[in-house]
């Protein structure tokens, strides 16, 4: 073979090796931007994720609904709806509407029972409202009170309390201020006086 024969071959040779390893670093390259549109696309499509702080985030009401049964333990932040029936106890720092039945103790903001019967202790940071087809049996504490409904047990109100005609109270009531229509009450009514009504000065005439 002579020379310039020789050198063709190795120049063609030379060539495509390096057409082969062009072609490799260019195969390689293409994997990579398909891996990372893959990726991107995989970015966008997929679900956002939302956060938000517990004081920023909307509190949606739990409800418990008619025909549902709970037992056990409830606490919460949020207002309650609770259309079915309870045995244990419930405890939020939100509002309570009941028209069930609750075997238990039941705590919460503004509580509202309609057409409900609870076997235990009630206690609302705020105001209690018992209509006329709600049932109690046990004590009561308020800061305002609106009694359409019986109760049997004791009930201690720190501001203003109603009893509306129909109302029945089995128990001793306490409160700073009272308002009764038509309600019965068998048990001790204590309204304790303010400062300035200790200063009373009777003054009259004797006439014999």
Do not use: Y
């Amino acid at each position: 073979m002579s020379v310039k024969a020789n050198f063709t071959q190795a120049v063609q040779e030379l060539m495509g090796k390096q057409n082969e390893e062009a072609e490799e670093k260019m195969e390689s390259f293409q994997a990579t931007q398909e891996h990372k549109e893959d990726q991107t696309a995989r970015k966008s499509t997929a679900a956002p994720v939302m956060t938000a702080s517990a004081g920023s985030a909307e509190k949606i009401p739990t409800t418990i609904s008619k025909g549902t049964i709970v037992v056990g333990e409830i606490k919460s932040e949020v207002d309650i709806n609770l259309f079915g029936n309870l045995k244990g106890t419930l405890q939020t720092t939100g509002n309570v509407k009941v028209g069930g039945r609750v075997l238990g103790d039941l705590q919460g903001n503004d509580i509202e029972m309609r057409a409900s019967s609870i076997q235990g202790n009630i206690k609302a940071s705020g105001n209690l409202i018992i209509d006329g087809a709600s049932v109690i049996i046990g004590d009561v504490t308020a800061k305002n009170l609106q009694l359409n409904g019986r109760v049997k047990g004791n009930i201690l109100v720190s501001e203003e309390a109603s009893l509306n005609p129909n109302s029945l109270l089995i128990g001793d009531i306490s409160t700073a201020s009272i308002t009764m229509n038509q309600a019965r009450v068998q048990g001790k009514i204590d309204v304790p006086l303010q400062d300035n009504d200790l200063d009373i000065d009777l003054k009259h005439e004797m006439i014999f």
